[in-house]
T-cell receptor, first 111, second 110 residues
Framework: EAQVTQNPRYLITVTGKKLTVTCSQN?????MSWYRQDPGLGLRQIYY???????DKGDVPEGYKVSRKEKRNFPLILESPSPNQTSLYFC??????????FGPGTRLTVL | GNSVTQMEGPVTLSEEAFLTINCTYT??????LFWYVQYPGEGLQLLLK?????DKGSNKGFEATYRKETTSFHLEKGSVQVSDSAVYFC?????????FGTGTRLQVFP
């Protein structure tokens, strides 16, 4: 089954404790992206990757890092999380930019 | 700049009612337009799309027509069901960037 998986689905952490949210897709898509969803703001792109070893900033990259060492994986790294990064995070992948396949989301709370 | 504006929700309807969710856009160029749907606890799924002016996208009884003259892409359905309850996002694709609206929550009651 074609899918995008994210782990963990839920995470509560404390300020400053490094964390990684994993994202994996099994569709051989070149393009992958991370979004955060906040009430009243919709989805905002954090980082995206056009292919292996090619990543670029989206609209709200501050406080986040990503890597793309393999085509299927695109982890999101928060080196020093802060409470304003409490949000719902989605990973997505696509062959073309319009039809994106989304993961189920990761709800992160930073205390 | 490029942006999408959606009507604020929630939109509350009875089953079998007619649905319209308004979406207008601002874009420098000729975007493709999309509607995505997010069911409770899930990620977004593509519902329908239109790639040029006057195109009509349709899926699962939902329709939207790309209106260049009014820069709009309103979502409609003739008869909603309880299972249509979800958050609907309008989006535009321009210069390889997908820009989302803020989403409109639809609640359908039996």
């Amino acid at each position: 089954e074609a899918q995008v998986t994210q782990n963990p689905r839920y995470l509560i952490t404390v300020t400053g404790k490094k964390l990684t949210v994993t994202c994996s897709q099994n569709m051989n898509h070149e393009y992958m992206s991370w979004y955060r969803q906040d009430p009243g703001l919709g989805l905002r792109q954090i980082y995206y990757s056009m292919n292996v070893e090619v990543t670029d900033k989206g609209d709200v990259p501050e406080g986040y890092k990503v890597s793309r060492k393999e085509k299927r994986n695109f982890p999101l790294i928060l080196e020093s999380p802060s409470p304003n990064q409490t949000s719902l995070y989605f990973c997505a992948s696509s062959l073309n930019r319009g039809k994106q396949f989304f993961g189920p989301g990761t709800r992160l709370t930073v205390l | 700049g490029n942006s999408v504006t959606q009507m604020e929700g929630p939109v509350t309807l009875s089953e079998e009612a007619f649905l319209t969710i308004n979406c207008t856009y601002t874009a420098t160029g000729y975007p493709s337009l999309f509607w995505y749907v997010q069911y409770p606890g899930e990620g977004l799924q593509l519902l329908l799309k239109a790639t040029k002016a006057d195109d009509k996208g349709s899926n699962k009884g939902f329709e939207a027509t790309y209106r260049k003259e009014t820069t709009s892409f309103h979502l409609e359905k003739g008869s909603v069901q309880v299972s249509d309850s979800a958050v609907y996002f309008c989006a535009l694709l321009i210069t390889d960037k997908l820009i989302f609206g803020t989403g409109t929550r639809l609640q359908v009651f039996p």
